[in-house]
């Protein structure tokens, strides 16, 4: 295809993916739900076209030169396939957000005020490597009512070619639009630039990926776009720490599972508290983690005879998701919310500490997404906080900031009853 | 200044507003309240000084050859100020939405997790003309703990100015953070372009103006963009309508006040209730209004004798802000919602109908972010829906959508309280 033939092809999608959401804003939850179950149903009976797809992106992957990891996250298998379609099911039980009254308002003019959550309209989502993506972003778009529009890495693009075909069978089956989720079948940059000019019919772009398609997508999107950056997760131990607390918090926080985006990167102590850091520092060896030392964390620690690397400044604002970590000393409480607050990515954040003030001024003055006091880092996620389930978790601020569940894929409208009332 | 010398002010001025609103997150209530009388009493104050530097703006704006309109919301009076000044002390005495809990969630897992509504950050504000604009949108911005950075139009370059210096006054006298609110101190256009680049310490951006501002914002801006578009808004008149409520709504909606981005520019009547149709026009007609009619209207109104003009399709997409309205026939309630759908910014729309299943159907089908049945469309405001004040109406989807008030320049974050908690 030629750039003219791609722009007609991504302006068409775009334009038929308007058309379906304004049937799909007022689609019923039982149809919604009979789409879900017939995918689950269809993703198990499509096992072995699942795998034969994925056979031909794994084929491919070796000529790529993908890393093992990727490679991994790349790979299917009939287990996989099964936790995807349960992953459906789960959706499929859980509450429908749409129509939900959020608020009752007290207008002067006492005509019935309310606001109505409702979908965004047209979700664009931008994504790579792991094709399971494909299914967990339609699903959740379309039972919060949105048409969506999937673009996958180059990758997957066989296995998502596939999903997206099995995808389309299960809403013809249940009678909803099959334009409600389109697939773009290319995967030249072209169409990428395309996409992000819709803004006539395309209402929010989320990028789920590197960093570099991330920043894409910013400097090129005249849509709006809900950004998944990176987690740059501190934890700090206050003075008023309780040790074993701080070990267990921390240790959970780092090693659990250090390559994912609320996994821990620093280790922040407070100076009145520099008698845990031996027995903190030994507890992260012992799992196997690098310590990336400031000056005067070096100082304390030499004495340990453990392995040490000296920290640069960068370290502290590096997401590693790997099994290092930086750590600092800090003179105070205010010291540690301003290496925070000047390094963090604004998502994950901990203090550990026995002292309800310090505890307070933590949790009001560190500006990140999720604070937490006396909880591992690890709980920042959209599972863990009762949201039922995660499309991403975003690192801005505005619409939705943190875990983001079938709530946040949704917009609000006044709705407003009267009785002939008039200014 | 040349164009380095005016990218290191703009770096310079969001990089000292993003180190205030850390501070300004934290302050507590009866500060800004202290600030927001402090800066009404030196409004009233400064009345002379105000009305000094709107004469340097009234006299330029000869040069630039501004419309009589332009000119007349460009000029304050004694009486302006003080009104201005009285809007600054209903601010101070909203309540406060920082810190409020929104939302108690019940996570698997059971530590204690809230939803906190806390300031975006820092907000840039880009504005055209009036410069009350200044004075409403810093004081909105400081009691809802955000930094603000504002940026006004040539046209009142010295009467904003002379407003900034007088926050920064008020500022001083509180004690608060004088980066808190910063007025851009050039009208050059590279400033614009530079302040819409600094997606690392500015947040959010609102541009209030016409149509060509807002359109540079969204393509040149890699900050998250709130547009306040136009109001293209209908009023549908359907088959089981009351003709009295009609009227009253219809003359309302078009002529309590044309030129406002809530009025009615467009008029769908149901062919069932064409009877309806010569007593309506008329009233607009005695108002003073201009018809333009489609085909059929233009035949059902052709005895009455009223001046007609033939409609074409864009008139039912235009903003007139005038006293001009088009009018078209459709054969039942879906082809009116279709219409609305194809044409309306996304503003406000409404059905006046006796029929519970249409209004129903209309209010859920209609894609706009106020949707009245039986009210005049004049009440989608933040005054009348009860917010206390607004800072713009937003055509956006994302974050806030229709009135803004305090609460919408607002974000959240998580609060997590846990006794040790680990995964």
Redesign the interface.
Known sequence: MDTDQITQLVVDIAKRARAAS?EL??LDTKTKNQFLNQLADKLVASTDAILAANALDLEAAKALELSGPMTERLTFTPERIATMAEGVRQVAALPDPV?VEIER?????G?D?RKIRVP??VIGIIYESRPNVTIDCAILCLKSGNASILRGGKEAFHSNMTLAEIIKEALQATGIHEDAVQFIPTTDRWALNVLLKQ?DTI??IIPRGGESLIRFT??NS?I???KHYTGVCSVYIDAAA?P??AE??L??SKC?RPSVCNAAENLIVHQDAAAQLPRLAKALHDHGVELRVDAHAKALLTASGLPLVDATAEDFATEYTDMIIAIGIVPDIKAAIELI?ANSSGHTECIVTEDAAA?RQF???V??????????T???DG?????GAEIGIST????A???MGLNELC?????????????
Chains 1, 2 share one sequence.
């Open positions: 304004l804003a007022a129509g308002l007290a207008p002067p003019k005509f005020l965004i309209g803004d209402h929010c910013v400097e005249r709006p776009v809900i309780d074993d607390m267990a918090i240790i959970n659990q607050n505890a949790l009001t003055s500006d990140s997404a999720a604070v937490f006091h006396n909880a591992s690890r709980f920042s599972f863990e906080f009762g949201l801005d601020r505005l619409h900031r943190g875990p917009t609000y409208k006044y709705v407003i009853h009267g009785t002939g009332e008039t200014r």
